[in-house]
């Protein structure tokens, strides 16, 4: 079992790989840090709603639990 410390730790490592991918796209498609980081910015939080709202639902599904 791990600890709670070292499942932030790895929530947050993925999070800042996610953020610097996501810049480096927006600066692809628009030669723009800022824009870039913005989409990067708006991408993350929009991901963490949608995977919130995920859970919830899988938690009222009973399928497939034992």
Same mark, same amino acid.
């Given at each position: 079992?791990?600890?709670?410390?070292?499942?932030? /730790?790895? %929530?947050?490592?993925?999070?800042? $790989? =996610? !953020?610097?991918?996501?810049?480096?796209?927006?600066?692809?498609?628009?030669?723009?840090?800022?824009?870039?980081? /913005?989409? %990067?910015?708006?991408?993350?939080? $929009? =991901? !963490?709603?949608?995977?919130?709202?995920?859970?919830?639902?899988?938690?009222?599904?009973?399928?497939?639990?034992?």
């Amino acid at each position: 079992m791990e600890t709670r410390r070292r499942s932030m /730790a790895k %929530a947050l490592s993925w999070q800042a $790989v =996610g !953020l610097a991918t996501m810049t480096g796209i927006g600066f692809a498609f628009t030669g723009s840090v800022a824009a870039g980081s /913005a989409m %990067a910015v708006v991408s993350g939080l $929009v =991901g !963490l709603g949608a995977y919130l709202l995920h859970e919830r639902v899988w938690a009222r599904i009973a399928w497939g639990r034992a």
